[in-house]
């Protein structure tokens, strides 16, 4: 899988790296930039930029766009159903694939809300920091740091 697929205003494309690494981007200061495509220039201003989210809001020729991008890992992850939450409980945590307990950022007792950090588990040869997807009160962490997990398994309970 040699390509990005983004989505641009709800609209997915694919774009081959290499059509990517052919783009001649000029930066002007940290927000702004000059792209020359097929002979085209582009005036691009970077908006806001959310890197956990690979998410990006830009204005090209002062047209304002936000862009999902996915690399290649991205787009496996997202076809192994490693992302998907929609086997979990309301409260519990489950391991959203097999790895092993780097960290635990969360102690029983601490209330949480959703997107608060809760684990950061090793998998696939990156680091991955679960977050809560919803609010309450921790009541149990059934693993500890360097403990290996199976996809499924239950981390944290939450009431």
Known sequence: MGNYRI?????????????VEKIDVSSINDTHFHVL???????VELINSNFLEKEVTIAVNGNTHVLKIEDSYDQMVKEMGLFSNASQKLNNV??????LIIDI???EGQEIEEGTPLIVLSAMKMENIILSQGEGTI?????????????????????
């Not at 989505?7 to 290499?18: A, C, H, M, R």
């Not at 489950?94 to 790895?99: F, I, R």
């Open 7 to 19: 989505t641009i205003d709800k609209e997915e494309i694919l774009i081959d790296k290499q059509a």
């Open 37 to 43: 495509k097929n002979a085209k220039a582009y005036n």
């Open 94 to 99: 489950k391991a959203p694939m097999p790895g």
């Open 105 to 107: 950022l969360v102690e």
């Open 139 to 159: 009541t149990s962490i059934s693993v500890k740091k360097e403990d290996a997990v199976e996809k499924g398994q239950i981390i944290i309970e939450v009431e």
